[in-house]
């Protein structure tokens, strides 16, 4: 929070308790504690379906492109399925914490659910455009895995926009200070094309 927001809330808070002799009602701090705990609920949680993330896009770089054309295909498969499994996990993380505490907080936990959700839908289609690669054909499959991969480093990118939003406003701060929330690390097109 910035100080000028502590200052208006401090002020806010006087004035009240001059016309009401009452504090209860102005606890900006309650707000920041019970943010705090919303997003470590939320966070504690995620830690796993983060560490998915991150294996499967470790998994990826790991491919040998020049290897079997179908043991490419089932790596690239099976990596986009967990990251896929991954993001829908987290979306339902998302929706059963509820409404974040403070100015928003509904429209922040709408943003995250459906940003997730686009990823999780992004990231199967990718598996299926990867499981209907021929792998009959070494220069059909390479041709068609090139496609995979510029499918994969348009919806990366999608992917880092949508999570951006996540890490906006007071909700995304208290969200950034969980280590279970750290952000994914980077990614790579499927068999390091």
Wanted: net charge neutral.
């Amino acid at each position: 929070m910035k100080v000028n927001h502590r200052l208006g809330a401090a002020l806010s808070c006087a004035a009240a308790v001059l016309a009401l002799s009452s504090l209860s009602a102005c606890s900006s701090d309650d707000t920041g504690k019970k943010l705090d705990a919303w997003a470590k609920g939320v966070c504690d949680q995620t830690a796993a379906q983060t560490k998915k993330i991150n294996d499967a896009n470790t998994a990826l770089t790991q491919v040998d492109s020049g290897g079997r054309p179908e043991a490419v295909r089932a790596a690239d498969s099976a990596a986009f399925q967990q990251i896929s499994d991954a993001y829908k996990a987290l979306a339902g993380i998302f929706s059963q914490a509820g409404a974040a505490p403070g100015d928003g907080g509904a429209q922040f936990q709408q943003k995250a659910v459906t940003s997730l959700t686009t990823l999780s839908t992004q990231y199967a289609g990718l598996k299926k455009q990867v499981d209907a690669l021929d792998t009959t054909d070494q220069n059909k499959f390479a041709d068609g895995l090139q496609g995979v991969s510029d499918s994969f480093k348009q919806t990366s990118a999608d992917g880092e926009q949508a999570l951006s939003t996540l890490r906006t406003g007071d909700q995304g701060k208290a969200l950034a200070k969980q280590p279970g929330c750290q952000s994914v690390s980077g990614t790579t097109a499927p068999s390091d094309l």
